[in-house]
């Protein structure tokens, strides 16, 4: 792990197609209840620590999926 990806953390959303996207957590809570009210979004996992957004992505894929 680099020194720029240590201390990253990322969380996600499943939209109502199937798709399943991440985003980075700047600890800005009224991200996540954008996301939460949304009627795109069926499903949303709070913030998690990923070195990557490959990483994150299979993350948010096992807690949603």
């Known amino acids: 792990m680099d020194k720029l990806s240590e201390g990253l953390e ?3 959303y499943r939209h109502i197609n ?3 996207h991440v985003k980075r957590y700047f600890f800005d809570p009224g991200d996540l209840d954008e996301a939460m009210e949304s009627p795109f979004v069926k499903a949303v996992t709070t ?3 990923a070195t990557s957004r490959s990483e994150a992505i299979r993350i948010v894929t096992q807690r949603l999926g």
């Open 10 to 12: 990322w969380w996600g």
């Open 47 to 49: 913030p998690f620590p």
């Open 18 to 20: 199937g798709s399943f």
